[in-house]
């Protein structure tokens, strides 16, 4: 059973648009919300991370919206650059565990 | 520095033989990880361990044994490889517990015919 659900699995955008990659659990005991940037051949690297005592954080171009009651998070790519087409995760994790649980990956393709 | 490495980057096997990978960090990490990543599928976790000498069962554990032999390494090991092991392998470390950035290694592409 996949514990996080991640939507779209693909995703193509006009460079200079807004990327929009949205995630969901069920696990109430999740507290840690990571998103990890893949480019092909790599492994992937951590991007940005929010707990869930802020609603959104942001670091330069990405920010993550979180939604505690829905139980769902997002991350938010502004003004998309080529050089940001790569495959997205999001995943969770709780403090007092152990493992962290992967979506299923989303591909971003950012056209000229 | 070098982080994670991994050994080797592309393995193929034939069904039946087997192979072990090698996964080795240099950040003083407590917990290591392996996972297998699929098209679709997302990363997938096979083994960690959460600190030297333990080691735990992830998703996909079966056909796959793992080692702790130090706290710098942890191996993967495929008794008798089957074609629906055919993917790509990654190990990663962190400090330990889930608050903590997973650092990833480059990945093995392994192929069983």
């Known amino acids: 059973q996949q514990q996080v659900k991640q939507s779209p699995q693909s995703l193509i955008v006009q460079k200079g648009g807004i990327s929009i990659i949205n995630c969901a659990y069920e696990?109430?005991?999740?507290?840690?919300f990571p998103w990890y940037q893949q480019f092909p051949g790599k492994g992937p690297a951590l991007l940005i991370a929010?707990?869930?005592?802020?609603s959104e954080k942001k670091e330069g171009r990405f920010t993550i919206s979180f939604n505690k009651s829905a139980k769902q998070f997002s991350l938010h790519i502004m003004d998309s650059q080529p050089g940001d087409s790569a495959t997205y995760f999001c995943a969770a994790s709780s403090l007092t565990g152990n493992q962290f649980y992967f979506g299923t990956g989303t591909s971003l393709t950012v056209i000229p | 520095n070098a982080g994670v490495t991994q050994t080797p980057k592309f393995q193929v096997l034939k069904t039946g033989q087997s192979m072990t990978l090698q996964c080795a960090q240099d950040?003083?990490?407590?917990?290591m990880y392996w996972y297998r990543q699929d098209p679709g599928m997302g990363l997938r976790l096979i083994y960690y361990?959460?600190?030297?000498?333990t080691t735990d069962k992830g998703e996909v554990p079966n056909g796959y044994n793992v080692s702790r032999l130090n706290k710098r390494e942890f191996s993967l090991r495929l008794e008798s490889a089957a074609p629906s092991q055919t993917s790509v392998y990654f190990c990663?470390?962190?400090w330990g517990g889930g608050y903590y950035e997973q650092y990833f290694g480059p990945g093995t592409r392994l192929t069983v015919t």
């Open positions: 929010i707990r869930p005592d802020v």
């Open positions: 361990s959460a600190s030297e000498g």
């Open positions: 990663a470390s962190t």
């Open positions: 696990n109430t005991a999740f507290d840690y």
């Open positions: 950040m003083n990490h407590n917990s």
